[in-house]
T-cell receptor, first 112, second 111 residues
């Protein structure tokens, strides 16, 4: 089945720790995206990538980093600089920027 | 003013009702319009995708775009309790590198 796989489903971060969220897609999509979702605030774009080895900051990139070394993979690192990381993180992909995005089932990150 | 406005709800209806969900937008360049359904603790699922103006129907769902009023709608006929979810609109324009999302409307369909 084609789709987007996010792992882990739940993740806990200790103070001062970096954590990495995985996102893999087998849809052969060029574009991939990371969103953060907080209650009542909708989806906020963290980073996006239109093509391998290239990515751009979204609206709330501070405290996050990404890489796009393979077409299928777009991991997100939540660094210790992100002071309020507790949220639901969603990864998406699309054929191009005007086509619908397809989402994974998210990773819920909490602070220990 | 946000680029896309969407009433957060909740919108409560009885089973079998016709539901109307709406978004307004300010950017006249938007030409690609989407509706997503999101269940609790899940990722959004694409329901409808339309280009430019007009209507599109898929089963119990109808999407309408009125570009002159900068207004899009999603109608759900014969609503079911399983339709209870948050509905997000999204849109884009040629040359945009990302979608612009509404904040979502929470729908509750009671048996």
């Amino acid at each position: 089945d084609g789709g987007i796989t996010q792992s882990p489903k739940y993740l806990f971060r200790k103070e001062g720790q970096n954590v990495t969220l995985s996102c893999e897609q087998n849809l052969n999509h060029d574009a991939m995206y990371w969103y953060r979702q907080d209650p009542g605030q909708g989806l906020r774009l963290i980073y996006y990538s239109q093509i391998v080895n290239d990515f751009q900051k979204g609206d709330i990139a501070e405290g996050y980093s990404v890489s796009r070394e393979k077409k299928e993979s777009f991991p997100l690192t939540v660094t210790s600089a992100q002071k309020n990381p507790t949220a639901f993180y969603l990864c998406a992909s699309s054929m191009n920027s005007n086509q619908p995005q397809h989402f994974g089932d998210g990773t819920r990150l909490s602070i220990l | 003013q946000k680029e896309v406005e969407q009433d957060p709800g909740p919108l409560s209806v009885p089973e079998g009702a016709i539901v109307s969900l709406n978004c307004t937008y300010s950017n006249s360049a938007f030409q690609y319009f989407m509706w997503y359904r999101q269940y609790s603790r899940k990722g959004p699922e694409l329901l409808m995708y339309t280009y430019s103006s007009g209507n599109k129907e898929d089963g119990r769902f109808t999407a309408q775009v009125d570009k002159s009023s900068k207004y899009i709608s999603l109608f759900i006929r014969d609503s079911q309790p399983s339709d209870s979810a948050t509905y997000l609109c999204a849109m884009s324009a040629p040359g945009f590198q990302k979608l612009v999302f509404g904040t979502g409307t929470r729908l509750l369909v009671s048996p």
